[in-house]
C-alpha cells in the first residue's frame, strides 16, 4: 500500500520546475504502471509545440541529467528528453460507462526554500535537494494525492474509463494548454480539478472556485545597436530605453468599466556595462482580467505598446506568448455532488459550494475545463483547505499532511460516484 504522506515528502525534496519534472514523471510513470494502468507519457501525452515558456535546451539537458541521478528511470526517461514530462493513466472499469478525469499538476518553483529550524520540512529532514527550486505551492501533494487515488481505483470495481492527468508547468500557465491540444480531454465527460490551501483552513472544502483571471504571459525582447555611450552614443540603438519607455506606457494602460484588470511588467534586463549603449533588452508582461474579452483587448495594447516604443527608437522587437489562461466556469452539479462527498469525510468539519472570496489568481486547467465544456461534458476545480505557516510562493510554504488521506478519500468517492 502507497505511503501517501512519504511519497509527498520524496517529491518535496526533488523539486522540478516545468517541464523539466523528469524524475517526478518517471516515478508517476513507474507508479501507474505497477497498479495495472495503461500510461500516455512522452511526446504522446503533449502537443510539444502548444509548450509555452519552455525552458532552455541546456536547462533541460541539466535537469534531465540530474533526474538520472537522483534515481529516475533511463528507458522512461528517454521518452520525455526535451521537456515531454506529461503523464496520462488511463484504466477501464468492469462495465462500460463515463469517462472521468482527474487532473494534479507536479511542477515546482524557482525558490530557495527556507533552512529555519521552525520550518517543518527541514526539521523532519525533506527539504529540497535541489538548491533554488522548491515545492512551494503543494503540487508535490496534488500529486502524491493522484497516485493514492490511483491505488484506490486498481480494483476497477467500477463502470467507465478513469483518466488521471499529471500536468507539467502549471506555474506561469504554461502546461495545460499543450495537453488539450493534444487531444488528451476530447473523451472526458467529467473533470475534477482542485489545490490545497490558497487560504481555506484545514477542514474546510469548496467544491467550486471562482474568480479566475484570464491571464497572458509574454516575453519580449528588444535589439538595438551597441555603441561607445561617450565617444559615439548617436550610432547606438539603445534597446533598454526602448524596453523602459514601453514598460512605463504598459503601467499607463487604462482601467476598464467593462471588467477589472491587472498589468505588471515583472522583468526588465539589458545593458553590459555603463560605458555602452545597450544591444539587447528582454521584458516579461503579464496581463489579467476577471473579462476574456478585456484581457485580450489588454493584450492587444500591451502589444501595440511594444511595437510603437521599438519603432521610436529604431529597435527590432519580438514577442513570444510563455504562458496564458482563461477564466473558469464549475458546473453547479458537480460543486454539489463534491460537496455532497464531503460531508461523508470526518476531517471535513466545512463544506460549501464555493468560498467567501473569490481566488484572484489565474489557473490553466481552465483550458481543460472549457475544452470538456465545449464537448458536452461538465468539470469543477474544488479547494481543499489546509493551514499554511507561509502564503504560497513562499520560502517557508508548507501543509498539514493529514490533509493528504482525507484528499484521497474525497476524490475516490467522488470518482466512484461518476463512474457509474
Known amino acids: 500500500m502507497l505511503d501517501i504522506i512519504a511519497l509527498r515528502r520524496d517529491f518535496h525534496q526533488y523539486p522540478e520546475v516545468g517541464f523539466t519534472e523528469f524524475r517526478t514523471a518517471s516515478k508517476v510513470v513507474e ?10 507519457y512522452g511526446k504522446d501525452a503533449l502537443d510539444g509545440d502548444s509548450r509555452r515558456g519552455l525552458p532552455a535546451e541546456e536547462v533541460l539537458d541539466e535537469a534531465f541529467v ?27 472499469g468492469k462495465e462500460q460507462g463515463p469517462t472521468v478525469a482527474f487532473r494534479f499538476d ?39 494525492i493522484g497516485l493514492g487515488l490511483a491505488e484506490k481505483l486498481s480494483d476497477r470495481n467500477f463502470s467507465g474509463t478513469i483518466k488521471l492527468i499529471f500536468q507539467p508547468a502549471e506555474e506561469g500557465v504554461r502546461g495545460a494548454y499543450s495537453i488539450v491540444q493534444k487531444g488528451m480531454l476530447d473523451d472526458v465527460d467529467y473533470l475534477f480539478c482542485h489545490h490545497l490551501g490558497t487560504g481555506v483552513p484545514l477542514g474546510e472544502f469548496h467544491g467550486g472556485a471562482s474568480g479566475f483571471l484570464a491571464s497572458t504571459k509574454l516575453a519580449v525582447h528588444f535589439h538595438g545597436i551597441s555603441s561607445h555611450a561617450g565617444a559615439s552614443p548617436e550610432k547606438g540603438r539603445n534597446a533598454l530605453l526602448g524596453a523602459a519607455t514601453a514598460l512605463l506606457n504598459i503601467h499607463a494602460i487604462s482601467r476598464f468599466s467593462s471588467g477589472s484588470t491587472r498589468v505588471n511588467v515583472g522583468v526588465l534586463e539589458g545593458g553590459t556595462a555603463t560605458n555602452i549603449i545597450p544591444q539587447h533588452a528582454k521584458m516579461l508582461v503579464e496581463t489579467r482580467s476577471v473579462s476574456e474579452e478585456v484581457n485580450e483587448e489588454v493584450e492587444r495594447r500591451v502589444k501595440k505598446i511594444i511595437a510603437h516604443s521599438a519603432e521610436m527608437h529604431e529597435l527590432q522587437h519580438e514577442i513570444q506568448v510563455i504562458g496564458s489562461a482563461i477564466p473558469i466556469d464549475c458546473d453547479l452539479d458537480l460543486v454539489t455532488l463534491a460537496v455532497e462527498e464531503a460531508r461523508n469525510i470526518e476531517g471535513f468539519s466545512s463544506c460549501k459550494n464555493f468560498g467567501d472570496s473569490n481566488s484572484t489568481g489565474s489557473e490553466d486547467a481552465s483550458f481543460m475545463i472549457r475544452r470538456v465544456q465545449e464537448n458536452g461534458g461538465k468539470g469543477t476545480y474544488m479547494i481543499i483547505g489546509t493551514g499554511i505557516p507561509a502564503p504560497h510562493h513562499h520560502p517557508k510554504f508548507d501543509i498539514q499532511e493529514e490533509v493528504l488521506p482525507w484528499s484521497v478519500e474525497l476524490l475516490e468517492r467522488i470518482a466512484r460516484r461518476t463512474l457509474t
Open 31 to 40: 507508479i501507474l504502471t505497477s497498479l495495472g494502468y495503461d500510461v500516455i
Open 106 to 144: 507536479m511542477d515546482a518553483l524557482p525558490i530557495h526554500e527556507s533552512i529555519d529550524s521552525d520550518h517543518f520540512p527541514q526539521a523532519k529532514g525533506f527539504r529540497s535537494k535541489y538548491e533554488g527550486n522548491m515545492h512551494a505551492c503543494a503540487h508535490d501533494g496534488h500529486t502524491a
Open 66 to 92: 540530474r533526474a538520472l541521478r537522483d534515481g529516475a528511470n533511463v528507458d522512461i526517461l528517454e521518452k520525455m528528453k526535451g521537456g515531454y514530462t506529461a503523464v496520462i493513466g488511463i484504466l477501464k
